[in-house]
């Protein structure tokens, strides 16, 4: 499948920028799919207004590969997404291991129609650059490719601006999420995806949860050869986004609105900051993200749309005093909540 067979409704919206939030795992205490919580949640993401879902993803957990729930997630996200609205939604998939699981899942992701494939890179840990640029245009033969610098604290490959130009010549990539947590590499993003002159065909999205509204809101200026050109990162697929989505697509469309303009407001600038500390408990930064999964699935169990913080490893969790912190973040900065959106409608999204 190839970018230019995507719905051109669904290709605009992807090359626009726009909230894809990371899906979660809705499970019973046993540990078994929790199918009504699974739908709600879709449900819920939809109803926020969000752009896409992604979803066999970090926030899905990758152990689903390893318990038979890969093809299973994924098509009840499909499914349900099509018999709740009909407006356009982006499908991104989750792909990750050695290159004939990712082909796999790739061939997988298609024919339950989605549209596009997050590519975890994890896998090649060992690898050189060389074999890395292999193994994406392998996968990318089946399905349009988003790419994806995740963090090396979670599992992710550091990996230079040559390697992002020569991934971004890859014809059948539309989109990169740039995830390392790290404002040097998210810039060698920058720099790859310009030198590849591929700017106008990848859309870059933020994946950095610990500097969301920055990174939508302001430009970066790249040099080469004395040439100057501005780039903004357009849309989010977030983790972060998995919780208090209706709020976080109200901001997401301040900072589209603000892009561009020769002054910022200071308001939406310093909102950046308390977003980041509310990240900063969810995702368990002070445990090196341990209970990055766990805290989010605590937030959406307040709300009632979890049953509980079950992760498929057991050993996976909330860290010693992340309960502590995710009760002063939402106290502090309960204004930047949806609580209210969710407990008026929970009871459809249920149903």
């Avoid at 896409?52 to 996200?77: C, K, M």
């Avoid at 992701?109 to 650059?129: P, V």
Wanted: net charge negative; aromatic share 6%; proline share 4%.
């Amino acid at each position: 499948m190839h970018q230019s067979e995507i719905q051109p409704e669904v290709r605009k919206l992807i090359a626009d920028g726009t909230v894809v939030p990371a899906h979660p795992l809705a499970l019973h205490s046993d540990r078994t799919l929790d199918t009504q919580h699974q739908r709600a949640l879709t449900r819920y993401y939809i109803d926020a207004g969000s752009g896409g879902l992604a979803v066999g993803v970090h926030a899905t957990q990758f152990a689903i590969r390893e318990v038979g729930l890969y093809r299973p997630v994924l098509e009840l996200a499909a499914e349900t997404a099509a018999h709740w609205t009909r407006r356009p939604l982006a499908l991104v998939a989750g792909l990750a291991g050695p290159t004939r699981q990712a082909v796999a899942e790739a061939r997988t992701a298609r024919g339950i129609g989605y549209h596009a494939g997050l590519l975890s890179l994890a896998a090649m840990k060992s690898a050189g650059e060389d074999e890395i640029v292999e193994h994406c245009t392998a996968v990318a033969r089946e399905i349009p490719l988003v790419g994806f610098y995740l963090q090396p604290a979670v599992g992710g490959v550091a990996l230079s601006a040559n390697f992002w130009r020569r991934f971004a010549e890859i014809d059948n990539v539309i989109a990169i999420k740039i995830a390392p947590f790290n404002r040097y590499r998210t810039l060698d993003v920058l720099r790859g995806v310009a030198a590849a002159k591929a700017l106008d065909r990848i859309t870059l999205y933020t994946g950095n949860d610990d500097h969301i509204l920055l990174d939508l809101t302001l430009p970066f200026d790249l040099r080469d050869a004395g040439v100057t050109t501005r780039v903004h990162i357009k849309g989010g697929l977030l983790g972060h986004w998995s919780v208090w989505t209706a709020a976080a697509i109200r901001q997401f469309e301040r900072c589209k609105a603000a892009r561009g303009k020769e002054s910022l407001p200071a308001d939406l600038l310093a909102l950046d900051a308390r977003v980041t500390d509310c990240n900063s408990a969810f995702f368990d930064v002070a445990h090196d993200f341990h209970g990055c999964i766990a805290g989010c699935h605590e937030v959406l169990r307040r709300q009632g749309l979890m049953q509980g913080i079950w992760c498929l490893d057991p050993h996976e969790g909330l860290s010693p005093g992340q309960i502590e912190e995710i009760d002063r973040v939402c106290n502090e900065h309960a204004d930047l909540s949806d609580d209210d959106f969710v407990a008026a409608n929970l009871h459809k999204w249920l149903a």
